[in-house]
């Protein structure tokens, strides 16, 4: 398989824990996104890179939230403190570095928080 | 700061309809347009993107946009169950690298 690959794919925690998902992108995609998505909303925007480059962060990835993309290839998403309104889906994208490409998603890591 | 509207439904529709889907975008500026397909507890999946004002076909599906009342629907013909899902309409700015989503309306169709 080719695609996205996130992982875990699912992960309950207790609040106050640190959780970790790491995402593999595309071959050759040099853009990666992190998204989250609640039951009955489209999915938010967090972060994105451009290789290794974290370019853009969203008001929504509060402190406790921090993003690498150490070689320009995986990617981790890590949250500190987890929190029980932490509790989602954790979606990575990935796509090519050209104007209007197209942003294909990984299946996604669920969190749970207790 | 750029909203993507969508009703969310749900829409309900019999097999072999045609379901239209509707998306309004705030960002006039917003240059690409696309539609993903969100199965229950799956993760969202292209089914189509559209630049340029007017029609896209692709298969059972047809995408149209008007960048002037910033407004852009998906129409499924022969509409199966296997379409039942979310319809997430996503929208990039221009200069932005990233998409805006709206929240998806959940499609249904019977047998």
């Known amino acids: 398989d080719t695609g996205v690959s996130q992982d875990p794919r699912h992960k309950i925690t207790k609040r106050g824990q640190n959780v970790t998902f790491r995402c593999d992108p595309i071959s050759e995609h040099n853009r990666l996104y992190w998204y989250r998505q609640t039951l009955g909303q489209g999915p938010e925007f967090l972060t994105y890179f451009q290789n290794e480059a974290q370019l853009e962060k969203s008001r929504l990835l509060s402190d406790r939230f921090s993003a690498e993309r150490p070689k320009g290839s995986f990617s981790t998403l890590e949250i500190q403190r987890t929190e029980q309104g932490d509790s989602a889906m954790y979606l990575c994208?990935?796509?090519?570095?050209?104007?209007?490409?197209?942003?294909?998603f990984g299946e996604g890591s669920w969190l749970t928080v207790v | 700061q750029k909203e993507v509207e969508q009703n969310s439904g749900p829409l309900s529709v019999p097999e072999g309809a045609i379901a239209s889907l509707n998306c309004t975008y705030s960002d006039r500026g917003s240059q690409s347009f696309f539609w993903y397909r969100q199965y229950s507890g799956k993760s969202p999946e292209l089914i189509m993107f559209i630049y340029s004002n007017g029609d896209k076909e692709d298969g059972r599906f047809t995408a149209q946009l008007n960048k002037a009342s910033q407004y852009v629907s998906l129409l499924i013909r022969d509409s199966q169950p296997s379409d039942s899902a979310t319809y997430l309409c996503?929208?990039?700015?221009?200069?932005?690298?990233?998409?805006?989503f709206g929240k998806g309306t959940m499609l249904l169709v019977s047998p």
């Open positions: 994208a990935s796509s090519l570095g050209v104007s209007g490409n197209t942003i294909y």
């Open positions: 996503a929208v990039k700015g221009s200069g932005y690298s990233t998409l805006t």
